[in-house]
């Protein structure tokens, strides 16, 4: 199936409006689904602002690691959520990317193996999984760069 970027708007938009934890679970899907397909360029304008972030969140305790990407993700004000949306939409999407390789590593607290997703948290990530790369690009770009 084709998606046009208003399909891919339409799956954001469904995404904004699940929880916080269901929305950070949907974009942790979403990259492992995708991660073998990036290559992030180091020299991309904004990544080294990205990696900022990270070291930040890093020095964090794992509950106050969570609440930061809480906090993106729902807009909070404060210093952290202000950093972010100050980037631009590129590097936006680049602190999740790095985010996403600290859980990995276990730098950042990692993805709960238990978590259970909300059915409307399901339904969006099974349609993002429908999408193919470059829309799921499209997707997380958007998603990322309309938090904050």
Same mark, same amino acid.
């Given at each position: 199936?084709?998606?046009?970027?208003?399909?891919?708007?339409?799956?954001?938009?469904?995404?904004?409006?699940?929880?916080?934890?269901?929305?950070?679970?949907?974009?942790?899907?979403?990259?492992?689904?995708? /991660?073998?397909?990036?290559?992030?360029?180091? /020299?991309?304008?904004?990544?080294?602002?990205? @990696?900022?972030?990270?070291?930040?969140? @890093?020095?964090?305790?794992?509950?106050? *690691?969570?609440?930061?990407?809480?906090?993106?993700?729902?807009?909070?004000?404060?210093?952290?959520?202000?950093?972010?949306?100050?980037?631009?939409?590129?590097?936006?999407?680049?602190?999740?990317?790095?985010?996403? @390789?600290?859980?990995?590593?276990?730098?950042?607290?990692?993805?709960?193996?238990?978590?259970?997703?909300?059915?409307?948290? *399901?339904?969006?990530?099974? @349609?993002? /999984?429908?999408?193919?790369?470059?829309?799921?690009?499209?997707?997380?770009?958007?998603?990322?760069?309309?938090?904050?």
């Amino acid at each position: 199936m084709t998606y046009t970027q208003a399909n891919v708007e339409q799956i954001v938009d469904s995404l904004r409006r699940l929880n916080a934890d269901d929305q950070l679970a949907v974009l942790w899907f979403v990259y492992e689904e995708m /991660k073998g397909g990036i290559t992030p360029d180091p /020299k991309t304008a904004g990544l080294e602002l990205s @990696q900022a972030i990270l070291h930040r969140i @890093q020095q964090m305790s794992r509950d106050e *690691q969570l609440q930061a990407q809480r906090d993106i993700v729902t807009g909070a004000d404060n210093e952290i959520t202000r950093e972010y949306r100050a980037l631009n939409p590129r590097a936006r999407l680049g602190v999740w990317y790095v985010l996403a @390789q600290g859980m990995e590593e276990e730098s950042v607290i990692p993805m709960p193996p238990n978590y259970q997703l909300s059915s409307e948290a *399901q339904k969006v990530l099974d @349609q993002a /999984k429908q999408l193919d790369f470059e829309s799921q690009t499209s997707f997380m770009s958007s998603a990322s760069a309309k938090m904050g």
